[in-house]
């Protein structure tokens, strides 16, 4: 489509709004800095010098103690009969929490209210009902398992960490596959009671 002309009085009004028209001032642009210094740590002091005295040695400087690996929950920290009493269902949960039904992050906060309720009360063993894995033939990606497949990252990094002495596979009776034991240790307030 091509342009039409301008009228006569279109013509006039265009120029009377070019006329007005002011070009716009910009403001400078920022002139650029040097990025800021990284603050530069002062030199570590030198030792203090050994007082050398006459007949003695010094004592050797203590060194430095290397913080432990977090362990595997998993690692054999049990003796034997737990492994045994666990794996024949002999062992009676202290109490459970059932997870299912759950988003992570509200399994995530009740499975730590639970670990802290166990722990205060000097519970041995908690029940801990994720529901059952996706079967190995299940398309992906597949919502079932979730928590299953989070709760050892949690139990690995919780604040409650020190207190698990273990985490093994439920037994059948207690829901197998969907379930699992958390050994707390024994807290020193409660072996006394």
Do not use: C
Not at 104 to 131: E, K, P
């Amino acid at each position: 489509m091509g342009k039409r002309p301008l009228s006569a009085e279109e013509a006039a009004l265009w120029a009377r709004v070019i006329a007005s028209v002011r070009p716009m001032r910009l403001p400078a642009p920022p002139k650029p800095t040097a990025p800021p210094k990284a603050p530069v740590a002062p030199a570590p002091e030198p030792p203090a010098p050994v007082k050398k005295v006459r007949g003695r040695v010094p004592a050797p400087l203590p060194r430095p103690v290397k913080p432990a690996a977090p362990r595997p929950l998993t690692a054999n920290t049990l003796d034997g009969s737990w492994d045994r009493d666990l794996s024949r269902g002999r062992t009676v949960p202290d109490s459970s929490i059932d997870l299912h039904g759950h988003t992570l992050s509200s399994a995530y906060v009740r499975l730590d209210a639970a670990l802290d309720f166990a722990i205060q009360s000097g519970q041995r063993v908690l029940l801990v009902i994720t529901g059952k894995p996706p079967r190995a033939e299940s398309e992906r990606p597949h919502a079932r398992g979730a928590i299953r497949a989070a709760i050892g990252d949690w139990l690995a990094g919780s604040r409650h960490g020190t207190h698990i002495a273990a985490v093994r596979p439920a037994h059948p009776r207690h829901g197998g596959t969907g379930a699992l034991y958390i050994i707390l240790r024994r807290s020193t307030e409660h072996r006394n009671r």
